[in-house]
């Protein structure tokens, strides 16, 4: 296979160079060979619920230490990954790397708050993903309920069909669900009230301009009401500021990501940001 990814390469290289095919392959490469060379990495971001007062999530988001170009956030990776199929090894990965994590944090004499986690729609699609993630947590004897997967309204809807039977095993499973970047794609309430889904993620492209661009503060006061209309959790991502952060809590939006309380944090940071949290 090697030797094959090689002639191809050549092939690039000789006929034409079109230097971004040429840098996307080495890239391709380099990130089959990154599983096995532990080059990624979980970065968790936390989330935070404004009526508790606490941590209750922590969303894993992966990085790359690649080798010459250092980290990379998954905009540089996560589409390669899905073209190829990495993305079925690494998304395993990445639920080990969490329940390995979790256990690490009660080590560390703290109660790991719940996790998420991103699925890409490739995954979502991978045969046997239901079963594999069921073995992973047993593994590691941890309850389905402590992981809330992520996944984007545009995947979800490229096959209602599949994504509702696919909801309907995890759901039975125990694991919580989540409409990751909701609001930029084109679900409409009459599909979405068909699945078993605990949380809506407001996308931070609406969050980011509130509360001045009269639109985008329309639209995430309504997506707020509605959520609570449908007795579902949500959480406001990408809240950077004091003012987004006092219109969401007079919204009653209860939960916040973004830099505002943290940006994504290594392991190494995480035990002592735990630690201190503190918010009134
Ligand atoms: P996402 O799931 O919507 O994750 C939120 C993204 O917003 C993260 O980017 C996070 O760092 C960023 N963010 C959070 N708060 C703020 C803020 O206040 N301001 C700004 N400017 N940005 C904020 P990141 O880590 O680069 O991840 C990008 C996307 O990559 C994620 O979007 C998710 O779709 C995907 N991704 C990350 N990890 C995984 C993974 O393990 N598997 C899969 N399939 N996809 C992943
Ligand atoms: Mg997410
Ligand atoms: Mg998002
Ligand atoms: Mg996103």
Same mark, same amino acid.
């Given at each position: 296979?090697?030797?094959?990814?090689?002639?191809?390469? #050549?092939?690039?290289?000789?006929?034409?160079?079109?230097?971004?095919? #040429?840098?996307?392959?080495?890239?391709?490469?380099?990130?089959?060979?990154?599983?096995?060379? /532990?080059?990624?990495?979980?970065?968790?971001?936390?989330?935070?619920?404004?009526?508790?007062?606490?941590?209750?999530?922590?969303?894993?988001?992966?990085?790359?230490?690649?080798?010459?170009?250092?980290?990379?956030?998954?905009?540089?990776?996560?589409?390669?990954?899905?073209?190829?199929?990495?993305?079925?090894?690494?998304?395993?990965?990445?639920?080990?790397?969490?329940?390995?994590?979790?256990?690490?944090?009660?080590?560390?004499?703290?109660?790991?708050?719940?996790?998420?986690?991103?699925?890409?729609?490739?995954?979502?699609?991978?045969?046997?993903?239901?079963?594999?993630?069921?073995?992973?947590?047993?593994?590691?004897?941890?309850?389905?309920?402590?992981?809330?997967?992520?996944?984007?309204?545009?995947?979800?809807?490229?096959?209602?069909?599949?994504?509702?039977?696919?909801?309907?095993?995890?759901?039975?499973?125990?694991?919580?669900?989540?409409?990751?970047?909701?609001?930029?794609?084109?679900?409409?309430?009459?599909?979405?009230?068909? @699945?078993?889904?605990?949380?809506?993620?407001? /996308?931070?492209? @609406?969050?980011?301009?509130?509360?001045?661009?009269?639109?985008?503060?329309?639209?995430?006061?309504?997506?707020?009401?509605?959520?609570?209309?449908?007795?579902?959790?949500?959480?406001?991502?990408?809240?950077?500021?004091?003012?987004?952060?006092?219109?969401?809590?007079?919204?009653?939006?209860?939960?916040?990501?973004? #830099?505002? @309380?943290?940006?994504?944090?290594?392991?190494?940071?995480?035990?002592?940001?735990?630690?201190?949290?503190?918010?009134?």
């Amino acid at each position: 296979e090697a030797k094959q990814r090689g002639r191809n390469l #050549y092939q690039f290289y000789t006929k034409d160079l079109n230097s971004q095919t #040429y840098r996307h392959l080495v890239l391709e490469n380099q990130l089959v060979k990154a599983l096995a060379r /532990d080059e990624f990495d979980i970065h968790y971001q936390p989330q935070v619920s404004l009526r508790t007062g606490k941590v209750e999530a922590l969303e894993a988001l992966v990085r790359w230490h690649h080798p010459e170009k250092g980290l990379l956030s998954p905009a540089h990776f996560i589409p390669i990954a899905e073209d190829t199929g990495i993305i079925e090894g690494l998304g395993l990965w990445v639920l080990k790397r969490v329940c390995e994590d979790m256990h690490r944090l009660r080590e560390a004499d703290i109660e790991p708050p719940r996790m998420a986690i991103n699925l890409s729609a490739r995954q979502f699609r991978q045969a046997k993903l239901v079963e594999r993630y069921a073995a992973i947590l047993k593994e590691h004897d941890i309850s389905p309920h402590r992981i809330e997967l992520e996944l984007t309204e545009s995947t979800i809807m490229q096959d209602i069909h599949v994504a509702v039977d696919m909801f309907r095993q995890l759901h039975q499973l125990g694991f919580r669900l989540a409409v990751d970047d909701f609001g930029t794609g084109y679900s409409s309430l009459n599909n979405l009230k068909h @699945f078993p889904i605990h949380t809506l993620k407001i /996308d931070r492209s @609406f969050v980011s301009d509130t509360p001045h661009d009269r639109d985008d503060t329309a639209i995430v006061t309504a997506i707020v009401a509605m959520a609570k209309g449908l007795g579902l959790e949500v959480v406001a991502e990408g809240v950077e500021n004091e003012e987004q952060l006092a219109f969401l809590k007079q919204l009653d939006c209860e939960f916040i990501q973004g #830099y505002y @309380f943290s940006k994504p944090l290594p392991f190494s940071e995480l035990c002592e940001y735990l630690k201190a949290f503190s918010y009134s």
